[in-house]
T-cell receptor, first 113, second 112 residues
Framework: DAGVTQSPTHLIKTRGQQVTLRCSPK?????VSWYQQALGQGPQFIFQ???????QRGNFPDRFSGHQFPNYSSELNVNALLLGDSALYLC????????????FGPGTRLTVT | DQQVKQNSPSLSVQEGRISILNCDYT??????FLWYKKYPAEGPTFLIS???IKDKNEDGRFTVFLNKSAKHLSLHIVPSQPGDSAVYFC???????????WGAGTKLIIKP
């Protein structure tokens, strides 16, 4: 049973560029949440997708957007990258938007130069 | 404004002894608390949770205690094993809102 997978593992981008990160949820899960984890801090909630819609959103600017596909996989898009966007981006899946514990992928390390 | 605080960045414990990791929160609306463990280069792994209607939840070597009046929870690991060495995160949510608010983590080191 495959767990949560994310791609790519690492990514280096330049300020002002755009980036797309991808996530495939654990088998049987239909909800995907995205988190940003800066160095030395805990993950910060970006948003959650369920039934192909954004259901909840944290305190992140509109530069951060996402999408969920019919197969429940998800993308996180960040436009006009800033140096401060450098972080580990974690995807988590769960069975339902208020389901029990979330399962996390290994993350995508984004470096903005 | 940090709503979930883990004030100890690191903790070192002898193998076989008890590890106690602490977490404080400020938002009285939080009603569900979770502990996650994270190894380097991996995503966080769920360990144990507790609802605000309980004050204790146990799962094998792991026990979480919740003190609502003090807005404090703790994770006890006994006995501590070398494989327990990891970063432990406390997280909380309110009203079944699955927007988890996380602490900054505590790095636990188990000494042989």
């Amino acid at each position: 049973d495959a767990g949560v997978t994310q791609s790519p593992t690492h990514l280096i981008k330049t300020r002002g560029q755009q980036v797309t990160l991808r996530c495939s949820p654990k088998s049987g899960h239909d909800t995907v949440s995205w988190y940003q984890q800066a160095l030395g801090q805990g993950p910060q909630f970006i948003f959650q997708y369920y039934e192909e819609e954004e259901r909840q959103r944290g305190n992140f600017p509109d530069r951060f957007s996402g999408h969920q596909f019919p197969n429940y996989s998800s993308e996180l898009n960040v436009n006009a990258l800033l140096l401060g966007d450098s972080a580990l981006y974690l995807c988590a899946s769960s069975a339902g938007p208020t389901g029990d514990e979330q399962y996390f992928g290994p993350g995508t390390r984004l470096t903005v130069t | 404004d940090q709503q979930v605080k883990q004030n100890s960045p690191s903790l070192s414990v002898q193998e076989g002894r008890i590890s106690i990791l602490n977490c404080d929160y400020t938002n009285s609306m939080f009603d569900y608390f979770l502990w996650y463990k994270k190894y380097p280069a991996e995503g966080p792994t769920f360990l144990i949770s507790i609802s605000s209607i309980k004050d204790k939840n146990e799962d094998g070597r792991f026990t979480v205690f919740l003190n609502k009046s003090a807005k404090h929870l703790s994770l006890h690991i006994v006995p501590s094993q070398p494989g327990d060495s990891a970063v432990y995160f406390c997280a909380a949510s309110a009203n079944s809102n699955y927007q988890l608010i996380w602490g900054a983590g505590t790095k636990l080191i188990i000494k042989p």
